[in-house]
Nanobody
């Protein structure tokens, strides 16, 4: 049974930082691209960042480029999202996802396993 468990969310002031983690089990982690998506109240889910199975390729939404960094540790089956210079518009539930492909896709349909999500709230 595949499980993705996120942690690290919370309340932070604008300009602050948070580091999200996603621990995976029940799958061959290094064979899969991994992604972070977010959904704010009343809005559709949107792509944040993705990383290839090896970690050699990353892909970011324009809205977070230069502020967020995605990384992974295949020895620990763990995905990370370092979020710096947070702004109020980053407030959302952040979910990690395991891809059906090896490449760092920004398309939700390329991901077939999803975590429950962790809340990130940025106060202005």
């Amino acid at each position: 049974q595949v499980q993705l468990v996120e942690s690290g969310g919370g309340l932070v002031q604008a300009g602050g930082s948070l580091r999200l983690s996603c621990t995976a089990s029940g799958l061959t982690f290094s064979n899969r691209a991994m992604g972070w998506f977010r959904q704010a109240p009343g809005k559709e889910r949107e792509f944040v960042a993705a990383i290839s199975g090896s970690g050699g390729t990353t892909n970011y939404a324009n809205s977070v480029k230069g502020r967020f960094t995605i990384s992974r540790d295949n020895t620990k089956n763990t995905l990370y999202l370092q979020m710096n210079s947070l702004i109020a518009e980053d407030t959302a539930v952040y979910s990690c996802a395991a891809g059906s492909l090896y490449v760092a896709s920004n398309t939700p349909s390329d991901y077939n396993y999803w975590g429950q999500g962790t809340q990130v709230t940025v106060s202005s």
